[in-house]
C-alpha cells in the first residue's frame, strides 16, 4: 500500500503565501514523477506543476511565475511554494505521484492524495 500525506492548506489573504507538503509512504522501490493538481468549486481539474526525479519542473499557466515545485527524494516528498496567491487560487490541491511498489513492478502506478484546501480570501 501506498499512502500520500498532504498538509500546508488553509485560508491566506490576497499576495500571500502559502507552502504544501505531499509526503509518500508505504511500499514504495521507486517515485517518477511528482506533481499537484488542483480543482476549483465549478471548474474542471487542472494540472498546477510537475517534476521528474531530477528536478526539472513544469508549470500551468495559471500559475507561473507565482509557484515553485521541489521535491526531496530521500523523504519521498514534494513541495508546492505559492507566492502571490489569488482568489482564483482557491481550490483543493492534490499531489500525486508514480510510483513503482516493487523493484519487480512492471510499471509506475499514479497514487494520489486526499487533497488539502487552499482559500485565498481578504
Known amino acids: 500500500q501506498v499512502q500520500l500525506v498532504e498538509s500546508g492548506g488553509g485560508l491566506v489573504q490576497p499576495g500571500g503565501s502559502l507552502r504544501l507538503s505531499c509526503a509518500a509512504s508505504?511500499?514504495?522501490?521507486?517515485?517518477?514523477?511528482m506533481g499537484w493538481y488542483r480543482q476549483a468549486p465549478g471548474k474542471e481539474r487542472e494540472s498546477v506543476a510537475v517534476i521528474t526525479p531530477s528536478g526539472r519542473t513544469t508549470y500551468g499557466d495559471a500559475v507561473k511565475g507565482r509557484f515553485t515545485l521541489s521535491r526531496d527524494n530521500a523523504k519521498n516528498t514534494v513541495y508546492l511554494q505559492m507566492n502571490s496567491l489569488e482568489p482564483e487560487d482557491t481550490a483543493i490541491y492534490y499531489c500525486?505521484?508514480?510510483?513503482?511498489?516493487?523493484?519487480?513492478?512492471?510499471?509506475?502506478?499514479?497514487?494520489w492524495g486526499q487533497g488539502t484546501r487552499v482559500i485565498v480570501s481578504s
Open positions: 508505504g511500499s514504495i522501490f521507486s517515485i517518477n514523477f
Open positions: 500525486y505521484s508514480d510510483v513503482k511498489e516493487y523493484y519487480w513492478s512492471p510499471t509506475y502506478l499514479k497514487r
